[in-house]
Nanobody
Framework: QVQLVESGGGLVQAGGSLRLSCAAS????????MGWYRQAPGKQRELVAF???????NYADSVKGRFTISRDNAKNTVYLQMNNLKPEDTAVYYC?????????????WGQGTQVTVSS
């Protein structure tokens, strides 16, 4: 079993920056993809960005050019640097990790961290 612990959320004014971190611990075989999702009130959870173990990245169109995802494979940690934040970025941000070391890959979620952007 893998535990994901997120940190770095908070309240920031529009135009500001925040950096989220997510560390994986527990019985880890081979984490392939790590990523961030977010869910705003009344909306479905959506992908923000993900990064593979090889460093390939993918971003939602709404955050391209403002957010940067990175990871430290040795520490099983993923980061999300969020710049030029907008009120519409307000949401609970969830860390996600896929352990591909099993016959069927296992997906894990963090508990979520609140990001609030004031106008």
């Amino acid at each position: 079993q893998v535990q994901l612990v997120e940190s770095g959320g908070g309240l920031v004014q529009a135009g500001g920056s925040l950096r989220l971190s997510c560390a994986a611990s527990g019985i880890i075989k081979s984490i392939s993809t790590m990523g961030w999702y977010r869910q705003a009130p009344g909306k479905q959870r959506e992908l923000v960005a993900f990064i593979t173990s090889g460093g390939s990245t993918n971003y939602a169109d709404s955050v391209k050019g403002r957010f940067t995802i990175s990871r430290d494979n040795a520490k099983n940690t993923v980061y999300l640097q969020m710049n030029n934040l907008k009120p519409e970025d307000t949401a609970v941000y969830y860390c996600n990790a896929v352990d591909s070391g099993y016959y069927y890959p296992r997906t894990y979620w963090g508990q979520g961290t609140q990001v609030t952007v004031s106008s």
